[in-house]
């Protein structure tokens, strides 16, 4: 079946559309955090007990993610996007209108539904709709569009809890804004139909229709590479996780410096994770092993975390360094999903982005709690002694699945 090659407008139409909603999913990952010194000071919360809203968001996002992956290839993409927005502006209503922390949990339950599915719709509109010689910078717009709903969050949310004086107003705000992103994807919807993209029915290179026809659904779970991209996903969150939600009070009890400006330290890592994108959407198609450019900049990255931890910078030095950290692992982020795509069977793109990502899920569920401890204990260098390792293990699990996809093209060539 011959295809029309979308126009660069469509591509970058399609591309802009999947990052701001992507975006918005990465935002209200922070609908929280940001306002835990409020609600401590409010309710008088522990972090350990406040972590644990974060676990709550992301096992249901988890559990979540996995099953919306086989929703996305049944429906298709572009209603479960929908629902998801529409669960996020639930999400900060009903944390607008909490009483205690059980109010808090429903929130983070429904934020967690709507951010459940957003991985598996992005990168299957992504995948059919975005011309393959432009599919390097669509992954580079995502990931960087998410980093920079990292870096809003923070500034938004307690910004205006700040000048409002009420944390409240902060979430009401933060479900408006969920709104407002669906009216626009709502207004923008044929740009976002994945069942009438140009590649939407192209069979992959060597498949047959009869091959995927007696594919069983499960099939691709055989496959040890998605495993391993789940283990990477894993061990990389884990290391977000510390940084996002800990970072800031930690360089605040180490070097005694005031919240408002360590809290800077998400937004610098972000950002700087967002121009490391947009350098490693230019990598992504000049290199081969994809695992090599992954290992050498989390190493890197890694290295800068240590640094931190061991105490002997300035307190605004510790800070830049933390924040610089983030460039290594936004070079890596095209790397990344093109190695995913590489190493995922065809006609299985939503099954097997819901899986591997459901590791991401795991990764800040597991870690957030565990990040909380350490802070409550006093000990506080182990957060980024902590980031530093996850991301040591998570270069381990990129190399092992890009020595499996090199194997695969040795015999198929």
């Known amino acids: 079946m011959t295809t029309a090659v979308p126009t660069l407008r469509q591509d970058a139409r399609t591309i802009g559309l999947i990052g701001l909603a992507h975006g918005s999913s990465h935002f209200f990952h922070l609908l929280l955090p940001p306002l835990f010194p409020f609600l401590i000071a409010e309710f008088g919360y522990s972090y350990s007990e406040l972590g644990l809203l974060v676990s709550v968001f992301f096992v249901v996002s988890g559990v979540g993610q996995a099953l919306s992956g086989f929703l996305v290839d049944r429906v298709g993409a572009r209603p479960v996007l929908f629902a998801a927005l529409a669960s996020f502006a639930l999400a900060g209503l009903t944390a607008g209108s909490a009483s205690g922390y059980l109010g808090l949990v429903v929130a983070s339950v429904l934020a967690g539904l709507g951010n459940a599915p957003f991985h598996p719709v992005d990168f299957t509109i992504l995948n059919k ?88 659904p499960m099939a691709f779970l055989k496959l040890p590479a998605v495993w391993l991209c789940f283990s990477f996903f894993f061990w990389s969150t884990c290391s977000l ?65 240590v640094l931190v931890g061991l105490g002997a910078l300035p307190g605004t030095v510790a800070l830049a360094v933390a924040a610089l950290a983030g460039m290594g692992v936004g070079i890596a982020g095209p790397s990344r999903d093109m190695l995913i795509k590489r190493a995922a069977p065809p006609g299985a793109t939503g099954r097997v982005y819901g899986t591997v990502y459901s590791g991401l899920d795991l990764g800040f569920s597991v870690a957030a709690p565990l990040f909380g401890v350490l802070l409550d204990r006093g000990q506080t260098a182990d957060i980024f002694y902590g980031s530093a390792l996850a991301l040591v293990l998570s270069v381990v699990s990129a190399a092992l699945v890009g020595g499996g996809v090199a194997r695969r093209q040795a015999q198929a060539a």
């Not at 996002?244 to 950002?271: H, I």
């Not at 092993?289 to 890694?302: D, G, P, Q, V, Y």
């Open 129 to 216: 709709r975005v011309s393959p010689a432009r599919l390097g910078h669509g992954f580079s717009v995502h990931g960087i569009s998410g980093n920079l709903g990292w870096a809003t969050a923070p500034l938004f949310m307690a910004g205006i809890a700040t000048a409002t004086g009420s944390w409240r107003m902060a979430c009401l705000s933060g479900g408006a804004l969920a709104l407002v992103v669906l009216a626009v994807m709502v207004w923008n919807r044929d740009a976002l139909d994945d069942r009438q993209g140009a590649w939407a029915h192209a069979p992959a290179k060597g498949a047959t229709g009869s091959a995927h026809a007696q594919e069983h």
């Open 241 to 305: 996780s510390a940084i996002q939600s800990f970072a800031a009070p930690a360089l605040q009890r180490m070097y005694d410096m005031p919240l408002s400006l360590t809290s800077m330290v998400v937004t610098g890592y972000m950002l700087c994770s967002a121009v490391g994108m947009v350098i490693g959407g230019f990598l992504v198609g000049r290199v081969v092993r994809l695992e090599k450019t992954i290992s050498i900049c989390l190493m890197a990255s890694a290295a800068l975390l």
